[in-house]
């Protein structure tokens, strides 16, 4: 078998993930794009929750070719281990003496009944730094609620701010944004417990994607108001309640996100538009008083923008310093000119899937650039390679446990 090609700023690192879906793949993934070992511990029978989730290929479902799955888990070694077990939390244990790092996201409750929490795993690890990415966190009276990305989005008051009109129900966001924030900060403070590991040794990092998510979309403007005079914002539909133009204005093939708030940025719109004489009046050089008349401005913008097609908009409005942008699709993003000219779209290879392409590393190291270099695992394929080496276990004890159903065929 050949081994993951291992390089770059985490090169030497072993991380071990008992995760699903996405927050602990996620975070996990992103220790892999920059060269850690990344050993992925999965269910024997079903591996990762992601696998079923899709999408798939002809909507077909198929545990081999899930890209949620595929996206969340490139550049990983996959070990099918049944944690439930006493013997597979011995296993697990074992790996996790060899390791750096532990990542994981699963019910602190199920984390305690299985003796993987860790309070019991420090005493034997006391150089691990594990990183627990929940919904609520370790404690409190909502840790143990069982909950998916959502709950923990609209348990925030984000849904309240942002996403629909004001006089209206809230409408669902886009799934995992918390779970993708939640990754993002666990990632950046298990890269910052790694470094202080001399000083302190292991720690144990409690990450709750509500916080993260709520401290970035309203505890940044909304606390301080609410804290200082009992105020907060709600959502507002389409567009700024106060100024104006920003919203997103339909075109001849689809949408483009218009926004002229400074001067400046108002005269570049201004003469893209050809300078027309409904938009020379000088009360409408204030943003304010814009917003006042946000009615007839959007009319006579979207007059104007039914006449382009989005491209259009945005390339006459970028000429004038105006901060305009097309409303693409995700077929035209990644067949965008900026991403190939950037090598962000990467291409690996899968045994079931084929040619997969895979969005490379979100942040960049000029002296080791980092990202996927090796598709998704298949469900247990590095097992018996991971146990006898990490885990230092011998073939007949690898034989009994697959034959126990402890670990995967």
């Known amino acids: 078998m050949t081994p993951l090609p291992r390089s770059g700023a985490l090169a030497g690192v072993t991380v071990i993930e008992l995760g699903d879906a996405v927050s602990a793949p996620f975070c996990a993934r992103l220790l892999a794009d920059y060269g850690a070992d990344v050993v992925k511990v999965e269910r024997t029978a079903s ?34 281990l049944d944690v439930t077990t006493a013997n597979g939390q011995a296993v697990l244990r074992a790996l996790l003496r060899r390791a750096d790092v532990f990542v994981e996201n699963q019910r602190p409750a199920d984390m305690r009944a299985w003796g993987l929490d860790y309070a019991t795993l420090a005493p034997e690890c006391p150089d691990l730094v594990m990183v627990s990415i929940t919904p609520f966190g370790q404690t ?31 409408l669902e966001h886009g799934t995992f944004s918390a779970d993708f924030f939640g990754g993002y900060v666990a990632t950046a403070w298990a890269l910052g417990a790694l470094y202080g590991r001399t000083a302190i040794g292991g720690q144990h990092l409690d990450v709750s994607s509500a916080e993260a998510i709520a401290a970035l979309f309203t505890g940044a403007q909304n606390i301080g108001a609410y804290a200082q005079e009992g105020r907060f914002e709600r959502r507002s539909g389409s567009g700024m309640s106060l100024a104006a133009p920003a919203r997103i204005l339909p075109c001849r093939d689809g949408f483009a996100w218009v926004i002229a708030l400074e001067p400046a940025q108002w005269d570049g719109l201004r003469a893209a538009m050809g300078d027309p004489d409904w938009a020379a009046p000088e009360i409408f050089r204030d943003l304010f008083e814009r917003g006042r008349n946000a009615d007839i401005i959007y009319t006579m913008l979207e007059r104007w923008t039914m006449s382009l097609t989005k491209q259009e908009v945005m390339d006459r409005c970028q000429a004038h310093g105006c901060p305009t942008t097309a409303v693409y699709t995700i077929g035209e993003l990644v067949r965008h000119p900026h991403l190939a000219a950037r090598g962000q779209i990467i291409e690996l290879e899968h045994p079931i899937l084929g040619t997969v392409p895979v969005f490379g590393a979100p942040i960049r190291l000029p002296a080791c650039p980092g990202g996927p270099v090796a598709p998704a695992p298949l469900l247990g394929e590095h097992t018996r390679e991971v146990l006898g080496t990490l885990g230092a276990l011998d073939e007949a004890t690898i034989d009994r446990l697959t034959a126990q159903g402890v670990v995967g065929p």
């Not at 992601?50 to 996959?78: D, I, M, Q, V």
Request: hydrophobic share 30%; net charge positive; with cysteine.
């Open 140 to 170: 409190g009276p909502c840790a143990d609620w069982h909950a998916y990305d959502l709950n923990a989005y609209h348990f925030t008051a984000t849904g309240s701010r942002y996403c629909g009109h004001a006089g209206r129900a809230p």
């Open 47 to 80: 591996g990762d929750v992601a696998r079923a989730w899709g999408p798939f290929p002809g909507e077909t479902p198929h545990p081999e070719k899930s890209g949620l799955f595929f996206f969340c888990n490139t550049n990983k070694r996959s070990v099918a």
